[in-house]
T-cell receptor, first 113, second 114 residues
Framework: DSGVTQTPKHLITATGQRVTLRCSPRSGDLSVYWYQQSLDQGLQFLIQYYNGEERAKGNILERFSAQQFPDLHSELNLSSLELGDSALYFC????????????FGAGTRLSVL | DQQVKQNSPSLSVQEGRISILNCDYTNSMFDYFLWYKKYPAEGPTFLISISSIKDKNEDGRFTVFLNKSAKHLSLHIVPSQPGDSAVYFCAASALQGGSEKLVFGKGTKLTVNP
């Protein structure tokens, strides 16, 4: 158990809808990262938050947004969903943003029908 | 543009033998390299890392070798066990804008046969 909790484990929705994925980092970790893993792809970095502030952005679509709350949990919002958004979404956390080891949650599998 | 490449999608070895997983990278700014292991329905689990100033790091049955001139790293598992069957991701880290950013390869599925 990595100590990173992601909910829900599975999500099935329709095109055009909006969903929210939730992540609770390990106790004491200030930095949260979101990744997308599509079929046969590696993990693609989406966005990073550190202590409530956005720190880095990767290949995140404009339809996607995230935030980190004062209790350090984070939410990834996906809107106007398309079939191609079906993927595994992972959250990871680290003590701070300068540490190279990240600890991953079990992921949320999103299916857009 | 794939900065981290794992050219072998899969690898099959016999129990007790050595497993060698390979990874190539293109960015000279990477300062750490990591290996993660992933079982089905679980998130990636950190396995071992190596700093760019080292050429070898060992942890039990796992050893990572780094060849900076060739921009190549490898993970050796000796001896391989059936429980090692998983997808292994190579990742590289670079400090950008005050944060360490991880770039992942697509993974190699290792199967260890009893």
């Amino acid at each position: 158990d990595s100590g990173v909790t992601q909910t829900p484990k599975h999500l099935i929705t329709a095109t055009g809808q909006r969903v929210t994925l939730r992540c609770s980092p390990r106790s004491g970790d200030l930095s949260v990262y979101w990744y997308q893993q599509s079929l046969d792809q590696g993990l693609q970095f989406l966005i990073q938050y550190y202590n409530g502030e956005e720190r880095a952005k990767g290949n995140i679509l404009e339809r996607f947004s995230a935030q980190q709350f004062p209790d350090l949990h984070s939410e990834l919002n996906l809107s106007s969903l398309e079939l191609g958004d079906s993927a595994l979404y992972f959250c990871a956390s680290s003590v701070d943003s300068r540490v190279h080891i990240q600890y991953f949650g079990a992921g949320t599998r999103l299916s857009v029908l | 543009d794939q900065q981290v490449k794992q050219n072998s999608p899969s690898l099959s070895v016999q129990e007790g033998r050595i497993s060698i997983l390979n990874c190539d990278y293109t960015n000279s700014m990477f300062d750490y390299f990591l290996w993660y292991k992933k079982y089905p329905a679980e998130g990636p689990t950190f396995l071992i890392s190596i700093s760019s100033i080292k050429d070898k790091n060992e942890d039990g049955r796992f050893t990572v070798f780094l060849n900076k001139s060739a921009k190549h790293l490898s993970l050796h598992i000796v001896p391989s066990q059936p429980g090692d069957s998983a997808v292994y991701f190579c990742a590289a880290s670079a400090l950008q804008g005050g944060s360490e950013k991880l770039v992942f390869g697509k993974g190699t599925k290792l199967t260890v046969n009893p």
